[in-house]
Structure formats: structure tokens, C-alpha cells
């Protein structure tokens, strides 16, 4: 029996890791975390029966604790609580699913009691892959990625001498807004944006995928999950999000992963890593889908890949402040107070405005995320 624990229990990764968990019965909940959706926790509690439970603020914490007042479970809050989940004894996996670098204490703490970890949190690489990876292979812990596009990788270099790696081929969408012109971007609004043609994801990360801004965090998460330098990282843009990314060696062979779009493959994954396990979510029919195609993307018009690259090149705290630019841009455009547009041009203006500090703690790291939002703050207002 492989007991797990998941931050981030009632976002779309999260729900996704319960539906595999449902039809495993060699798969136990231990811990659950989340935000503040108490209604959906309430029931996931109540079903998988996890000894602990986190809500990130009191009055959730105090709601779930009412509520569940018959059951045998703990109900603990904030980082603490998110931290209690991530090192509980009876779990052997953290599903790190939550959103945002407030992963990464949380992520550190189970690495350090030596949990397996499913990641599926790219900002905790995205702005503290010097800390995480080290730390992960002193203590001998696997870091098996959730996402679709870095478990291809993963799978691709199975088996396979990692010196001979010449370049990752990184997959993208394109996303909604493929093929438009600035022009044209500029009257996007938030409906349309999130209208993701081919995945089914949360809003950030869906207009993440419309921007581009996705693609260029998984740039910086590949650097560090698989040891590459950027150079060695080709972002390919493939409509069909049917060949989710793939490897090309020294002698020219390329291995690639392919199949339906459906995240359930890449969770369940690293689940069983290295089992694999029948799933109902359909199989690729090569002759009803006709062709596979792929483009270059659009670095000028989807200025958010461009940018990553730039953050990913001087390293440091700029990645951070990339990140966290991006957090507030895409909350600011969901609440429609800036334009689609104006989400890469708030982070180019946070990073131009910031000081980079070369080998940053996690206490920099997120002083560094602090001082980007106060400079959003104020020219936002917000």
C-alpha cells in the first residue's frame, strides 16, 4: 500500500490525483491540504479519510473543523499546516499541487524527511532550483515530475545516459491565441483567453499557456530538473498536444512520449514510477489524426517566452521576480483591470526595476517576491 500526500487537494491536480486514487486500491490518503474551498475538502475528507487536513487560513481551518467534528481527523492551518502534510509520518509521496512559491518551504521540509516527491509546483524550481535539486540528491529523494510536458522528458530519458543528451524538445500548445498578431492580442479579453483548445487546467495556468509565460516557467523548471543549460532547451510549438516533448541524443535518435491529453497520465505516472497502470482516458489512433505538425514559436508577438529566457539566463532572484510579476499581471488581467497585452510588459518593468541577487536563500527568495508585489502595489494601486 503506497500512502500519499497532496498539497493542494482541491485544484485541478489535486482532484485529478483523488480520481486515480479512487480506482487504485494500493493507493492511500494520508494528509490533504488546500486553500479555501472547505466544501469540496469536506468531501474529499470524508472519502478518503486522511488523518490530517490543512486549510491556509484560520477561519477555513476553524469551518472544516465544525464540519467534520465526527471524524477522526486533525485539522491543521496556514504554513504550518501545509508543512505538518508535506512531513507527515504516514505518507511515503507529496503531490506538491499547490500553486505558487509558497511550495517550496513546504516542498524542502518533505525532501528533508526524505518523501518521494510528485511535482507538479514549477514555481518552487522556477525560483529555487539551486536549493531543491542539491538538497534532493544529498538526501537521495526522487523528484518525479507531474507536469505533461516534463514527464515526457523524464520518460524519454529512461533508460538512457543523461551525458548524451544534446536537447530537450519542449512542447508547447500554443495555446488559445496561436498564430495572432500583437494586433489582435490587444482585444483578447479574459473569456477568451481562457477558451484553452485542447487542455482542461485552472485559470492561471491556462492564461499562462495563452501568454506563453507557462512555457517559459517549464523552460526554467527543465534547466533544473533534468541538469541542461537553457541553450540545450528547444520550446516547439505542436498544436495537437499529442507528442507532449521529447529527446534528442548525441547520435541524432530522438525518444518522445506521446498520447491523449489528459493529465491523469502524467499523475499517475509518477505514482507508480516505474509501473505502469491501465487508464480509461483513450489511446492515440494515429490514423484517425492524420498528422502531427510543429511550428517555431512567436518570441516577438508572445514576449513572455522571451522573457523567461532572460530571467533564466541571469538566474539569481530575477527568475523569482518573473514569477511573482507574473502572479499579480495575470490576477490583475482576471479581474480585467489591465489588458492581455500589459501582463509581459508589467514583467519586464518589475525585472528592469529589481537588483538581482546571485545565489539567494529561500528567506531572499521570498523578500524578493514581497518587494515585487510592493513594487505592482504601487504602481497599481493593487
Request: negative net charge.
Amino acid at each position: 500500500m503506497k500512502k500519499i500526500a497532496i498539497l493542494g487537494s482541491t485544484g485541478s491536480i489535486g482532484t485529478q490525483t483523488l480520481e486515480i486514487v479512487r480506482k487504485e486500491d494500493d493507493l492511500q490518503v494520508a494528509a490533504l491540504a488546500a486553500g479555501m474551498n472547505v466544501d469540496l475538502m469536506e468531501k474529499q475528507v470524508r472519502e478518503f479519510k486522511p488523518a490530517l487536513a490543512a486549510m491556509w487560513t484560520q477561519d477555513a481551518a476553524q469551518d472544516l473543523r465544525e464540519r467534520l467534528s465526527d471524524l477522526p481527523v486533525r485539522v491543521a492551518c496556514g504554513m504550518d499546516g501545509l508543512l505538518e502534510v508535506a512531513v507527515c509520518e504516514a505518507a511515503d509521496v507529496l503531490v506538491t499541487a499547490i500553486v505558487g512559491m509558497i511550495g517550496i518551504r513546504p516542498t524542502i521540509a518533505a525532501i528533508e524527511h526524505r518523501k518521494t516527491i510528485a511535482l507538479a509546483n514549477k514555481e518552487t524550481l522556477v525560483t529555487a532550483g539551486h536549493i531543491i535539486m542539491p538538497l534532493a540528491a544529498k538526501m537521495g529523494v526522487s523528484i518525479l515530475p507531474v507536469d505533461s510536458e516534463h514527464s515526457a522528458i523524464f520518460q524519454s530519458m529512461h533508460g538512457e545516459n543523461r551525458n548524451r543528451v544534446s536537447k530537450i524538445l519542449l512542447t508547447a500548445s500554443g495555446g488559445p491565441f496561436r498564430g495572432k498578431t500583437r494586433q489582435e492580442l490587444a482585444a483578447m479579453t479574459v473569456e477568451d483567453a481562457l477558451k484553452h483548445p485542447n487542455w482542461s487546467m485552472g485559470k492561471k495556468v491556462t492564461i499562462d499557456s495563452a501568454s506563453l509565460v507557462n512555457k517559459g516557467l517549464e523552460v526554467m523548471e527543465a534547466k533544473w530538473l533534468f541538469d541542461v543549460e537553457l541553450d540545450q532547451i528547444q520550446v516547439v510549438v505542436h498544436p495537437q498536444s499529442i507528442l507532449h516533448s521529447a529527446v534528442e541524443y548525441v547520435d541524432g535518435g530522438i525518444m518522445a512520449q506521446l498520447g491523449v491529453p489528459d493529465m491523469k497520465l502524467p499523475i499517475q505516472y509518477a505514482l507508480f514510477y516505474p509501473d505502469r497502470r491501465p487508464m480509461d482516458s483513450g489511446m492515440v489512433d494515429f490514423f484517425k489524426l492524420g498528422q502531427l505538425t510543429f511550428e517555431k514559436p512567436d518570441t516577438e508577438t508572445f514576449r513572455g517566452l522571451a522573457l523567461a529566457y532572460r530571467a533564466a539566463e541571469a538566474g539569481g532572484t530575477l527568475p523569482t521576480v518573473f514569477n511573482a510579476a507574473n502572479e499579480k499581471a495575470v490576477a490583475l488581467f482576471l479581474q480585467k483591470k489591465i489588458t492581455f497585452l500589459q501582463i509581459p510588459e508589467l514583467i519586464e518593468s518589475s525585472m528592469e526595476q529589481h537588483k538581482v541577487i546571485a545565489d539567494p536563500t529561500v528567506e531572499q527568495i521570498l523578500e524578493t517576491e514581497a518587494s515585487t508585489y510592493e513594487y505592482i502595489k504601487e504602481k497599481f494601486g493593487e
